[in-house]
């Protein structure tokens, strides 16, 4: 061993009491000192010398070995020089180097730790002590210059810097410093430090400032943890909110957040949002992300322990996000208490980790990139064993995740219903996002492609008079203008949007407003030419499967293939009697292909939709309109804004109601079960 790191941690302290386990960015003084000297390339080996067993603990667990301080030298008078005589002597170690580094330096910066060291071992000094360049006039009390004569004041450039000693680190050599007793002997170097890591902690002022320079200071670390559980204001949003005229709370939020949780919930991560608020833009929020929500809590402390136990979650790899003193409770529960940086004073010195970007500026987005790069990078399988058992996804469509598991897809298909108007288009939007669906879906077709000949030159009677059934096809056919306002609404709205492409320019069409995902519609299944256009987009692909033979099917799938594909049990009958839903088609398409599989429906009511869910339905696409008695051929089978909304509010609680398949005793039973429960030998 040629490098001994000593880390004196005496218990006692008259500044700042136990300051040695005083949390800095939610890490211990003495496990940051501890961290520093392992991470220095040169150092060999860590000893932490202190009289307490909190300390002692601690700094084991940080990876440090521990001499005990006797009583004798663990008062106020003792020295640190002292301390690490003993450790040497109780270690019966002989290094050629030994370095004493203070805990109540927060940020010593590794790599100057093994500059030092490299200055001794090297020859070009016997001890060297960390020092902040300071070019700083100092005085005495009576008024006289000490470091300058105040009749003559050079400029700055003009002068040589001082060091200010910052008690960081001092790099000795062994023999020297049994030889002399102290730190400073033979030729004396200094180690020069910036001054954002130079800030002694002595006093409780000094532990708010490093405190508060924590975030922007330390190197984010991946974060390994099984769960992580926010608040919603202050977090996702920048606790600020914005009624308008109708008394409408609206907030900000992140975009990049949706990502992020999307690549949590993706590696295998559970998510949970906890509010103490109830607000409808909460749930709101949670249903974008595909998350579950806990509202209305008057103590999350409690709720959260409860939701621990009942997923069987170790709280030491759980992260909880919070900024205010209401999430003091929940952060204690947990081995990752976080905070954002413009969080409450309380709440950021309670903190392991204090994020960078604030609430409703990216503050999940941070916090979830760093806890997926903790995860390990998913192993591949063998060929042999990647069909031994069903996929059924998930698939991602742009941040949200489709299949088993995740939250139900729900698609508002406007489809031709908007019949050849923006503004209805635009009112369907409105109708599909206040309802809570995650897309809307429109048709995209050539008439002179798609039309067949014998139909073209068919008189049709339209609301816009008489023409020809090819004429007609083109007077309701959007094109770019109008696709692209299309896009923005949605994007305002918070809606995905995407189209069933009837032929191949359509196909280069909707790739060229860059759509998420291509939907094939039923008609589209036999059509290989089209298929090939849709697999050679890479682009995830929905594909309906209404009037469709298994062996039809087959061939589809054989041109998309299974990695991005999501199928759609259909019947294409308008409107569909409940003796031809079939919905346990659902499963045999599961089975059979190994992909996510949703329900296209196309009945009156609400019924068969949301048994599809309850049969596995990982996604649910319903036409929908403004009046059912509108003109055109799909309005009579569509969902209006009242049965939608009915739907997707009726789907949200089939999902909680699902549940795990678990069985246990859950926290509303403990009551009853002890008042009622009668047990008998």
């Keep these: 061993m040629r490098v001994l ?48 067993d909190g300390i002692a603990a601690t700094a084991r667990e940080a990876g440090a070995l521990i001499v005990e301080r006797p009583a004798d030298l663990s008062g106020a008078t003792a020295s640190s020089e002292s301390a690490v005589l003993h450790a040497l002597d109780a270690l019966g170690a002989d290094p050629e180097v030994v370095v004493l580094v203070q805990c109540t330096s927060a940020f010593i910066d590794p790599e100057d730790l093994s500059a030092a060291v490299r200055k001794v071992l090297d020859g070009e000094a016997d001890s060297v002590v960390s020092g902040l360049p300071t070019h700083e006039f100092l005085w005495t009390a ?23 000693e910052n008690g960081a680190f001092y790099v000795m050599r062994a023999s020297g410093f049994r030889e002399h007793g102290h730190r400073f002997f033979g030729r004396t170097a200094v180690q020069p430090v910036p001054p954002q890591h130079a800030i002694e902690v002595d006093e409780p002022g000094d532990l708010e400032l490093v405190r508060a320079l924590a975030p922007f200071i330390d190197r984010p670390e991946p974060i390994d943890v099984d769960a992580v559980i926010t608040d919603f204001d202050g977090v996702h949003t920048d606790d600020r909110a914005y009624v308008d ?54 103590d999350k402390r409690t709720v959260l322990r409860d939701w621990l136990h009942i997923e069987g979650l170790d709280p030491a790899r759980v992260a909880y996000v919070g900024n205010d003193v209401n999430d003091l409770g929940p952060m204690a529960e947990v081995g990752w208490p976080v905070a954002t940086p413009d969080a409450h004073p309380r709440v950021r010195a309670a903190a392991r980790v204090v994020l960078t970007r604030n609430g409703g500026s990216g503050a999940v987005r941070e916090l979830c990139d760093r806890v997926v790069a903790a995860r390990p990078e998913p192993q591949a399988q063998p060929a042999a064993a990647v069909r031994t058992r069903p996929r059924f996804g998930p698939v991602a469509i742009g941040d949200t995740l489709v299949g088993d598991g995740e939250p139900v897809y729900v698609i508002g298909e406007i489809g ?7 503004d209805i288009a635009r009112r369907l939007i ?33 609301p816009w008079g008489e023409m020809t059934y090819l004429e007609y096809k083109e007077r309701t056919e959007f094109g770019r203008d109008e696709y692209a306002e299309i896009a923005k609404h949605c994007a305002d709205r918070g809606l995905h949007w995407f189209a069933s492409p009837w032929d191949v320019p359509s196909v280069e069409f909707l790739e060229e407003m860059d759509v998420l995902v291509h939907k094939v519609a039923s008609a589209g299944v036999a059509d ?26 087959d061939a589809a799938v054989e041109i998309l293939g299974t990695d991005r594909l999501i199928m759609m049990h259909a019947t294409s009958t308008y409107p569909l009697p409940p003796e031809e839903a079939n919905l346990r088609t659902i499963t045999t398409l599961k089975e059979r292909y190994g992909v996510p599989v949703g329900y296209s429906g196309h009945e009156r009511g609400l019924q068969i939709s949301l048994a599809a869910v309850t049969l596995g339905a990982v996604c649910v696409e319903r036409h929908i309109t403004l009046d059912r008695t509108m003109w055109g051929s799909d309005h009579a089978a569509s969902l209006e804004p009242a049965g939608l909304e009915h739907l997707v509010r009726d789907i949200r609680i089939i999902e909680q109601a699902m549940g795990d398949g678990v069985k246990r005793v859950f926290p509303g039973e403990e009551a009853p079960k002890a008042r009622l429960r009668r047990v008998t030998a």
């Design 5 to 52: 790191a000593v880390v004196p941690a005496r218990g006692g302290s008259a500044g700042v009491p136990l300051k040695n386990l005083a949390l800095v960015g939610g890490v211990p003084l003495v496990t940051r000192a501890v961290r520093a000297c392992l991470a220095a390339e040169l150092v060999d080996q860590v000893v932490v010398s202190t009289d307490h």
């Design 142 to 164: 009576a008024g006289a210059g000490v470091n300058h004569d105040p009749a003559v004041r050079p400029r700055r450039q003009d002068r040589e810097p001082q060091f200010r």
């Design 245 to 298: 005229s109708d008394g409408r709370e609206m907030v900000l939020v992140s975009r990049s957040d949706g990502m992020g949780v999307s690549l949590l919930r993706r590696s295998g991560v559970k998510v949970l949002i906890m509010s103490t608020e109830h607000n409808p833009v909460v749930a709101a929020r949670a249903r974008k992300l595909g998350v579950p929500v806990l509202q209305g809590l008057a």
């Design 416 to 422: 031709i219903n908007h019949n050849g108007d923006l």
């Design 430 to 462: 409105d109708v599909a996002a206040d309802a809570g669906c995650q897309a809307v879906k429109f048709q995209k077709r050539t008439p002179a492609i798609c039309v067949p000949e014998e139909q073209k030159g068919q008189i049709r009677q339209t």
């Design 528 to 553: 290989h030419q089209l298929l090939r256009a849709l697999a050679a987009t890479g682009k995830p692909v929905i594909l309906s499967t209404g009037m469709s033979t298994l062996s039809e099917i």
